[in-house]
């Protein structure tokens, strides 16, 4: 119960935006004008074009409670939640991924705090040395969740830093090693080719490293997403997505194509700014808080 409030807390503007509108409309049963209404609404939730018709033609043509049959409907979108993996042999290695501001030091802080707090030992790694001042936010970060940050100086080889802490990790026992990484505009060739360089030095140290490559992805820009998932995925090869900012968004719709489009799970939600705004991406935990 209290995760449902919790989620319906954070995705109060999506819901608001579309689909408790949407709710009220066919509670009274399914017309032309109505679904018209309907897909004009969802396209301004940047659920996108393809989807939007997907879900307008299950709603005409599938009978019964016309509820039902949208919850049915973003099941079906959404898929079967996938969890964050853990390496047979520890450690246990995720990489954060993403675009300038998306939210990868915060969420690697939240999985710090998180992982720490279910007993587990884990480290951060500072593999964004473009700036001082990110290796502080990740010292930060360290402190919060109470566990080490290993970082090196500014300007530092990021596949140096990526090294260090996943052969720490393996000296010294510890069960997970977060990477947190600069953020790189997608269309960037070289600064694409130094995440390759991550993964190749620490697929060295490890066999079958990293253990998952997250996309951090802001909500907030809604369809535009899409793409850059596509950029990603073909240059890095992602296991899954974080999808940040939800609560500071109406168009958390997106989420709906994400699946459909790239076949790439979303396995944590960013709903806040605080330690544990970030959780497990659930389906139907995720549906009953749009739909309720
Ligand atoms: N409301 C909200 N804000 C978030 C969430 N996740 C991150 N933020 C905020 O987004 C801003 C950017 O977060 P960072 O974690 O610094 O983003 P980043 O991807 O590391 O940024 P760069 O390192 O500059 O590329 C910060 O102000 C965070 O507090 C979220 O789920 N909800
Ligand atoms: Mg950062």
New binding site residues.
């Given amino acids: 119960m209290a995760m449902l409030n919790f989620l319906k807390r954070g995705l109060k503007k999506t819901k608001d935006g579309f689909f408790g509108r949407a709710i009220s409309m066919i509670k009274g049963g399914i017309t032309a004008e109505k679904l018209e209404d309907i897909q004009e609404l969802l396209l301004l939730s940047d659920v996108g074009p393809e989807t939007s018709e997907y879900i307008i033609e299950k709603m005409r043509k599938e009978k019964g409670d016309p509820v039902e049959v949208l919850r049915n409907t973003l099941i079906d979108l959404l898929g079967i939640d996938e969890r964050l993996k853990f390496s047979q042999i520890p450690p246990t290695v995720y990489t954060l991924v993403?675009?300038?501001?998306?939210?990868?030091?915060?969420?690697a802080g939240k999985l710090a705090w998180r992982f720490k707090r279910d007993g587990k030992r884990v480290i951060l790694a500072a593999a964004?040395t473009f700036r001082a001042a990110?290796i502080e936010?990740l010292k930060e970060w360290g402190k919060r969740a109470g566990v080490p940050v290993i970082a090196h100086q500014m300007g530092a080889d990021v596949g140096a830093v990526a090294y260090d802490a996943v052969k720490h990790a393996i000296s010294n026992g510890i069960d997970l090693v977060i990477i947190?990484t600069?953020?790189r505009l997608h269309t960037k060739d070289n600064l694409m080719r130094e995440l390759e360089k991550i993964h190749k030095v620490i697929s060295k140290l490890s066999s079958n490293q990293p253990t998952e490559t997250l996309l951090?992805l802001d909500a907030t820009i809604g369809q535009n997403a899409i793409q850059q998932a596509r950029i990603f995925d073909k240059s890095v090869g992602l296991t899954g997505i974080v999808l940040?900012?939800?609560?500071?968004t109406a168009k958390g719709g997106m989420i709906l194509s994400i699946k459909k489009e790239l076949g790439i799970p979303v396995k944590l939600i960013?709903?806040?700014?605080s330690v544990e705004?970030?959780r497990d991406f659930d389906t139907f935990k995720f549906v009953d808080a749009l739909l309720e």
Avoid: F, H, P, R
Avoid at 98 to 107: I, L, P
Avoid at 270 to 273: P, Q, S
């Fill in positions: 993403g675009v300038n501001g998306s939210g990868k030091t915060t969420t964004d990110a936010q947190d600069a953020g951090v940040t900012k939800l609560d500071g960013g709903i806040g700014e705004d970030l």
